[in-house]
């Protein structure tokens, strides 16, 4: 598994994994899982698999943090120590304090935060797996457990990457393209807004190929959006017709 | 945000509308930049960049350590960034925040992604002894684009690094007398683009910075080619944003190599 492959893409253009230039992994999403948070989500990305959970508003602790015209939004992305092929540390690492930072980052502009002065909202996510584009899988997941949770949102965030490998830009990158090809770029948006509200590049492009992954990775977007409202949709479907089968057991 | 910028938000927005600054500068004007290179001398390399009145001074070290198990044939980089705590009102002291090591992050995938530095020839034993290249960033003065300032006075302080000239003998190392430039490759430059309203300003300065909606970083390395990005900042930009800031960034990093004879 360690071993470098030698090419990452075949001359009829099909990935190590199988998968087209442009294919997404396949994706799964669940909305609702922890039952003692406000709201949260599963999603698996391929072998990505993340959990997400959104507590509050609630009480801002420590109190001086607290805003008078907002609240204020916490986020904390970590790694389970088994979630990598050599055990990570648990104590977060400078790598998932910035991502925290800009996952958090990636949120802020959906939420109407004036909506809670005086409050907080932690956001948890928790990568029990990671197989490449963590990050996206794991905006796409929060957002999902912020709309759960019921607070006020302008979109939902959904997030994907692109990248290059060997020359070919390519959708939705996974481990050992990121690791062996030579650049990836995560995007979240929120697409109704036509808002970018991530945006990183590792690697070296020309322009016109980091215009070219922009825009792939956009498309990549607007096609998990689509999963994304089904899955919040499903969960409540599933509740109304638990409830409906409740009252009619009480009619009989 | 205090409440004084608070009340120049509009003023500020609505310069910016009509492409003025506050400071009198252009949409895409830099502040006046100064540096200056081997200032301390105990380091292997060093440099002092003033951006406006926004100050870094960047210090760097070599040492010999093992290199990581996935590139045993590669030199290490380490950055690091410290906001020293009489740079800023706000700042205080204690291990580093989110910001510091996001600083630290951006300025370290500039000078990695670029291949700046010639990795594959500071490997003494492969896979058992290698240098390890120590890049520490240390803010004097907060005045905004700490991004910039940090990642300019990161590429000057390596480009002024020198190593001893050594030779092995018997496994060990033996330091011989002279020195020799730091093996380099590249000259990367970061350009930062601030949205404020619905402009895009190069350079923000720290009340741009406190009042824009969000910010993006473009490095620039020596073809033009774009090799780290990261965009920050509470708010978003729309695509076709994106793309300008891109453009902005490939014509200033090229306008500041040619200034900087990089």
Not at chain 1, 84 to 105: G, N
Request: glycine share 6%; proline share 5%.
């Amino acid at each position: 598994m360690n071993e470098k492959p030698e090419k990452l893409i075949d001359k009829k253009g099909i990935r190590l994994d199988g998968r087209k230039p442009d294919e997404l992994r396949p994706i799964k999403m669940e909305v609702g899982v922890i039952s003692n948070a406000n709201g949260s989500a599963y999603i698996e990305w391929g072998k990505n698999k993340i959990v997400a959970a959104v507590y509050g508003p609630r009480e801002v602790h420590p109190k001086h943090l607290a805003l008078q015209d907002s609240t204020v939004l916490k986020c904390r992305y970590h790694m389970a120590s088994f979630s990598v092929q050599e055990r990570k540390s648990p104590a977060p690492s400078r790598r998932e304090i910035e991502l925290s930072k800009v996952i958090r980052e990636s949120l802020e502009p959906a939420i109407f935060m004036e909506y809670y002065p005086r409050t907080m909202i932690d956001v948890f996510i928790e990568v029990l797996q990671a197989d490449g584009g963590t990050r996206c899988a794991s905006i796409t997941a929060a957002s999902l457990a912020l709309a759960d949770s019921g607070i006020p949102m302008r979109d939902l965030v959904v997030a994907c990457a692109a990248g290059k490998i060997e020359n070919t830009v390519v959708l939705d990158l996974f481990d050992t393209e990121d690791k062996v090809g030579s650049a990836d770029v995560p995007v979240a948006m929120m697409p109704n807004l036509n808002a970018v509200t991530l945006l990183q590049m590792d690697g070296i492009l020309t322009h016109e190929e980091f215009e070219k992954a922009v825009n792939m990775a956009i498309d990549g977007c607007k096609t998990v959006y689509a999963m994304q409202k089904e899955a919040l949709k499903t969960k409540y479907v599933t509740v109304k017709s638990e409830e409906e089968s409740k009252e009619e057991e009480a009619e009989e | 945000m205090s409440i004084i910028t608070k009340v120049k938000q509009k003023q500020i927005e609505q310069l910016i509308e009509k492409n003025n600054r506050l400071d009198g500068r252009g949409p895409l004007e830099y502040r006046e930049m100064k540096l200056e290179q081997g200032l301390i001398e105990r380091a292997e390399g060093s440099a002092r960049v003033l951006l406006g009145k926004t100050e870094v001074i960047v210090g760097t070290k070599i040492e010999t350590g093992e290199p990581f198990p996935d590139t045993p044939n590669e030199g290490v980089l380490t950055v690091s960034a410290e906001l020293v705590p009489f740079a800023s009102p706000s700042y205080e002291p204690g291990p580093p925040d989110e910001n510091s090591i996001e600083l630290a992050r951006i300025v370290d995938r500039g000078i990695r992604e670029s291949k700046m530095i010639d990795t594959e020839k500071l490997v003494i034993e492969p896979g058992k002894k290698v240098f390890v290249v120590f890049v520490d960033v240390y803010v004097l003065n907060y005045d905004g684009n700490l991004i910039d300032a940090s990642a300019l006075a990161a590429v000057a302080a390596l480009s002024n690094t020198k190593m001893s000239k050594y030779e092995i003998e018997e496994g060990e190392i033996k330091i011989k007398s002279g020195y020799e430039q730091l093996p380099l490759k590249k000259h990367p430059i970061t350009v930062t683009c601030a949205k404020i309203g619905n402009k895009l300003v190069v350079d923000p300065w720290l009340e741009e910075e406190q009042v824009m909606d969000a910010r993006i970083s473009f490095a620039i390395d020596d073809d033009d080619n774009i090799c780290a990005i990261q965009k920050g900042g509470s708010g978003y930009f729309e695509p076709s944003q994106v793309f300008e800031a891109a453009k902005i960034a490939k014509e200033k990093a090229k306008e500041l190599r040619k200034k900087l004879n990089w």
